[in-house]
């Protein structure tokens, strides 16, 4: 998921292939929300180059993805809120605080329900 990210803004066509977990792609829905093209193909993605991602509200579905989110909304123009972020809590220990320290933009938010979520600028 992390270096889809990265390909959803760089130039031209790529294609991803997983070969291990068939629900490996359920990022997808939430990139594309934040502008990227991406098309799957059972276990193919087809990744055409944006310009730019914008931001969006996003879910960390899964450890791997939450750290896909996090780089799309540091890549992204505008602000990025990140839901569901017990899964990178759990595979990231302190990853707003590492962030902050090489200076990301992000910052954890509690809101009126109790939930807590990233956001980022």
């Not at 193909?41 to 996090?70: E, F, N, Q």
């Not at 972020?85 to 938010?109: N, P, S």
Request: aromatic letters at 4%.
């Amino acid at each position: 998921p992390q270096i889809a990210v990265l390909l959803s803004i760089a130039d031209g066509t790529s294609i991803i292939t997983e070969g291990v977990w068939d629900s490996r792609f359920r990022y997808v829905d939430q990139l594309t929300l934040m502008g990227a093209d991406i098309q799957v193909d059972g276990k193919m993605a087809v990744i055409t180059g944006v310009k730019s991602l914008h931001s969006a509200p996003v879910k960390a579905v899964d450890l791997r993805a939450g750290a896909a989110m996090i780089i799309a909304g540091l890549a992204a123009d505008g602000i990025t809120e990140i839901e569901e972020i017990d899964h990178i809590d759990r595979g990231y220990e302190d990853v707003v605080e590492k962030l902050t320290k090489i200076g990301a933009d992000i910052k954890r938010v509690t809101v009126t329900d109790g939930t807590q979520l990233l956001k980022q600028a």
